[in-house]
């Protein structure tokens, strides 16, 4: 059976792990002749708090964003990947890349780093790409 990916999610959060995962994704794009879409959530929850003393962090978190989604779609037009959209969102990454992102998006592949965080942080509230992992609708590619 000959399967192509049509409309390949790429989740980037500024890690090697995720600067891995997205030079993957440019192979499989170009090979698949796919769109490719470079995902970025930020998570709301982790400054919801901190807010409250320093009003910029979620502007600072916005313009974070825009600025690593520029930066990849242009290193993907220099690869040779010509169909790049991207997609920021606020909330939970778990939640957002595998059940909002990819199904608003028609995904057929989800790829993401194996690690993007610390180890006490992934202790303590779980590791992304294991949620994307469990919750997606599509295949997901975990780039170590």
Not at 10 to 29: Q, R, T
Not at 103 to 126: N, P, Q, S, Y
Request: with cysteine; hydrophobic share 45%.
């Amino acid at each position: 059976m000959d399967f192509e990916y049509k409309n390949i999610v790429v989740a980037v959060d500024g890690s090697k792990a995720s600067e891995i995962a997205f030079e993957k994704s440019l192979d499989i794009a170009k090979r698949n002749e796919a769109k490719l879409i470079l995902a970025h959530v930020v998570d709301s929850r982790t400054f919801a708090t901190a807010e409250a003393y320093d009003r910029t962090l979620a502007e600072r978190a916005e313009d974070y964003a825009t600025d690593l989604l520029d930066g990849y779609s242009l290193k993907a037009k220099a690869a040779g990947v010509i169909n790049i959209k991207k997609a920021v969102e606020y909330g939970s990454p778990k939640v957002k890349i595998a059940k909002d992102i990819a199904k608003k998006h028609k995904a057929d592949l989800i790829i993401c780093g194996a690690t993007g965080m610390g180890a006490v942080e992934r202790f303590l509230i779980g590791s992304v790409s294991e949620s994307i992992t469990r919750y997606a609708s599509c295949d997901v590619l975990v780039v170590r």
